[in-house]
């Protein structure tokens, strides 16, 4: 399976136009967070790709690693950004611009020493500093070495002329390190390098947040921050679906994938690469169930597989944090079903109960939305409730029993998608209605209780739209469902019709799958009428899903 498409156009034409605009003079930084997954070193590696040739672009991402591994790897690549800026890409074995199958990304793993002698003769002022920071690292000085490695930044754009930018894909592991000031002295750096554009990424968008607010916006050093969530339903569901063109039943397969893994782009890319290897080795190719679960087996049950791993390390700082024993047992009961701090504390007691929430918040793996919790990751979730929770409770970890308990935990959530697959779009809604418990949630920046309905029905309009009338605790609700967009004049009916009704709705609900334009949705907050768009409905499909029932 080939690279996806580049799945957020007008991001990436934002990316570059802020480079553009650093060209000219103009500098905003940038910050991209989002759920892992989403795409952000996918859109970085394009950036740097596409670069002009007006700028020197410093990139370097960073893993669960050394000091030193760190500090070698971000100096070559000072060094290779170097030389490419200089006219001397083949020094390093990058091919030219033209050439798509290059990944210019990754720097050549190539000694460092080596790297200084290659420069050496077109970067002498930047081979000459790097010099100087190698005993550092040999002599284990990493916190010094790591501030003399950022001020070889400023000697490099001295030497060329020309501005740099210096990209630091997933820029929270420079903790994890052990470089206790690296913060600051990169904040210091932000504040204080006009001629610098920074470029920060990171999946723990929690912490994220925090240490950009707190410890780098300084005076001039202000970022632009860019949040990445999952892919707009339609662009997912196209991609999905070219990708498993041949395969028999693919208009089950596809919408599945996304109500499953989520409208990420790594994790869909991971899946399809490999459920297209299987159908192309000849593992029944026209059986789309079998060829899921064994796909979804080797990726995630199987202790070898990458997202399996993935899991893994997710929970692998948790466990080791302050009241880890007890955030884990919280975390795999909210990604049961438990919403509610209540609801938890009954489960497990309610001793350290507040602390462990807050060193899942704290871990991003899980989200307080009103008085619920939720799992946010759906592969994690799925993988604490089926992989996870069989190896707690089976203490010889027989790998038959966990693997037919993860296929049975798939094999409910495929039939639960099934049965709502067969039903209208208010039908799904209905559904979604019946299963509210008097929980509080913040949708569309309101705060609003889901009340345990008594009674539901559904009346039509001449137009085909669908109403919906739900009574329960002495209140009425009316919901309006909209499958296409929703327009101007779909609102003043509903509002006539939300008029007509006795008792009068306490709550007026605008559900729509593709959206509403500037004006309806105006009219729609002027008429205090709360709207879920499809952001929103995943989010109570995931607090009211399968998994929950």
């Given at each position: ?18 480079l553009e605009a650093f060209s000219d003079g103009f500098r905003h930084n940038l910050a991209l967070i989002g759920p892992p997954g989403s795409g952000k070193s996918f859109q970085l590696q394009q950036l740097v790709a596409a670069a002009p ?231 029944r190719f026209d059986e789309p169930e079998h060829l899921f679960l064994q796909t979804a087996w080797d990726l995630l049950g199987s202790p070898e597989g990458p997202l399996h791993q993935w899991c893994v390390s997710r929970i692998e700082s ?54 619920c919790w939720l799992v946010t990751d759906p592969v994690v979730r799925c993988w604490l409730s089926s992989v996870l929770l069989a190896r707690r409770t089976n203490a010889q970890s027989d790998e038959t029993l966990v693997r037919h308990r ?144």
């Amino acid at each position: 399976m080939s690279s996806p498409p580049n799945l957020r156009p007008e991001l990436a034409r934002h990316l570059s136009q802020r480079l553009e605009a650093f060209s000219d003079g103009f500098r905003h930084n940038l910050a991209l967070i989002g759920p892992p997954g989403s795409g952000k070193s996918f859109q970085l590696q394009q950036l740097v790709a596409a670069a002009p040739n007006t700028l020197t672009l410093i990139s370097c991402s960073l893993y669960r690693e050394s000091c030193r591994s760190f500090l070698t790897r971000l100096l070559g690549a000072t060094l290779q950004a170097g030389c490419i800026a200089a006219g001397q890409r083949q020094a390093f074995g990058v091919p030219d611009r033209n050439d798509s199958t290059t990944d210019q990304w990754l720097v050549p793993a190539q000694p460092l020493e080596q790297m200084v002698r290659t420069a050496e003769p077109v970067l002498p002022n930047t081979a000459a500093a790097i010099r100087t920071i190698e005993p550092l690292v040999n002599r284990r000085s990493y916190a010094e070495a790591f501030t003399r490695t950022l001020d070889t930044i400023p000697v490099l754009a001295e030497e060329l002329r020309q501005p740099t930018v210096l990209i630091l894909d997933e820029f929270l592991y420079l903790e994890e390190l052990g470089l206790g000031h690296a913060f600051h002295e990169l904040g210091k750096r932000v504040m204080t390098w006009p001629s610098t554009l920074f470029i920060l990424s990171s999946s723990a968008t929690y912490r994220a947040r925090a240490i950009l607010r707190e410890r780098l916006q300084l005076l001039f050093g202000q970022f632009e921050l860019l949040t990445l969530e999952s892919l707009e339903p339609s662009t997912a569901s196209e991609w999905v679906h070219q990708a498993l063109v041949g395969i028999r039943r693919a208009d089950m397969v596809s919408p599945f994938l996304l109500r499953w893994l989520g409208a990420y782009p790594w994790y869909l890319t991971l899946f399809l690469k490999r459920f297209k290897e299987l159908a192309a080795l000849g593992h029944r190719f026209d059986e789309p169930e079998h060829l899921f679960l064994q796909t979804a087996w080797d990726l995630l049950g199987s202790p070898e597989g990458p997202l399996h791993q993935w899991c893994v390390s997710r929970i692998e700082s948790l466990v080791h944090a302050r009241s880890g024993a007890r955030a884990l047992d919280t975390l795999i009961h909210v990604a049961g079903g438990a919403r509610t701090a209540t609801e938890i504390g009954s489960r497990i007691g309610r001793a350290g109960l507040s602390t462990a929430l807050q060193a899942l918040v704290e871990h991003d793996l899980v989200q307080r939305n009103g008085s619920c919790w939720l799992v946010t990751d759906p592969v994690v979730r799925c993988w604490l409730s089926s992989v996870l929770l069989a190896r707690r409770t089976n203490a010889q970890s027989d790998e038959t029993l966990v693997r037919h308990r993860f296929e049975q935990y798939l094999r409910s959530l495929w039939v639960h998608w099934e049965q709502l697959h067969q039903l209208s779009f208010s039908e799904q809604v209905v559904h979604l209605f019946e299963r509210f418990d008097d929980e509080t949630v913040w949708l569309d920046s309101k705060t609003g209780r889901l009340p345990k309905f008594d009674s539901i029905r559904t009346e039509w309009t001449a137009n085909s739209a669908a109403y919906i009338i739900a009574d329960g605790g002495g209140r009425r609700w009316c919901a309006t469902v909209q499958e296409r967009a929703v327009a101007e004049s779909d609102i003043s009916s509903f509002e006539r019709f939300c008029r007509s009704q006795q008792p009068k709705p306490s709550r007026k609900v605008v559900i729509t799958r593709t959206g509403l334009d500037q004006n309806a949705r105006l009219l729609a907050k002027t008429s205090n009428m709360w709207v879920w768009q499809p952001s929103d409905l995943s989010l109570l499909a995931g607090l009211y899903g399968a998994q929950h029932r």
